[in-house]
């Protein structure tokens, strides 16, 4: 992505958040800005977040953070798994 791009999209949010004086809803954008927003920056919670004008949800951070553990979880369980195949391979 290029940064003038990003610099644009978060230019847009803060320029509406100066001008309503509220946090900005997709309703207050036209389609192609939420497009363009939503492409350059993602998810419109996440932009919103990204781009300071709201706190990142505690809720959303333990679910990150749950299963960041569970993909870590089944990541060594694969490898035990394919370890064990390979031994047992070796051994006939």
Same mark, same amino acid.
């Given at each position: 992505m290029?940064?003038?791009n990003i610099i644009k999209a978060i230019t847009m949010l803060q320029n509406k958040r @100066?001008?309503?004086e509220r946090v900005p809803k997709i309703a207050d954008f036209?389609? @192609?800005e939420v497009r363009f927003i939503k492409h350059i920056l993602g998810p419109w919670t996440r932009a919103l977040e990204e781009v300071g004008l709201k706190e990142v949800n505690s809720s959303y951070l333990v679910k990150k953070s749950r299963n960041k553990?569970?993909?870590?979880?089944?990541?060594q369980s694969r490898r035990k798994n394919k370890i064990k195949e390979i031994v047992s391979e070796n051994e006939k």
């Open positions: 290029n940064n003038d @100066e001008a309503i036209g389609i @192609e553990s569970k993909r870590r979880t089944k990541r």
